[in-house]
């Protein structure tokens, strides 16, 4: 499974943006999807996750009511629409895959995109 992110940018605080994961090589639509990101100096963390069908979805406390992650899995692709947006959002954002059922833990996941940046304002 390839992955690639897509759709970060600059922007100020109280904004949004909507990241892309299209994903080849593949069907993902039996694969848990993720958003996971890294600031600089600090581990990469959870932001979100979705189940194969959709039906289930799973944020962190953090980005909870502001970010909502989706797919589509007849365009084997997935999203995450931020809005809301805040300095401390700022990061490199990776889309990620994988078989089996929800994780929280990147290294759970095996299959990563690129990263996008996303840079907030104040």
């Known amino acids: 499974v390839q992955l690639q992110a897509c759709g970060g940018g600059l922007l100020q605080a109280g904004g949004s943006l909507r990241l892309s994961c299209a994903a080849s090589?593949?069907?993902?639509?039996?694969?848990?999807m993720g958003w996971f990101r890294q600031a600089p100096g600090k581990e990469r963390e959870f932001v979100a996750a979705?189940?194969?069908?959709?039906?289930?979805?799973y944020y962190a406390d953090s980005v909870k009511g502001r970010f909502t992650i989706s797919r589509d899995n007849d365009k084997n692709t997935m999203y995450l629409q931020m809005n809301s947006l805040k300095p401390e959002d700022t990061a490199v954002y990776y889309c990620?895959?994988?078989?089996?059922?929800?994780?929280?833990?990147?290294?759970?996941?095996?299959?990563w995109g690129q990263g996008t940046q996303v840079t907030v304002s104040s």
């Open positions: 979705i189940s194969w069908s959709g039906g289930s979805t």
């Open positions: 990620a895959a994988k078989t089996g059922g929800l994780g929280y833990l990147w290294t759970s996941y095996p299959y």
């Open positions: 090589g593949r069907t993902v639509s039996n694969y848990y």
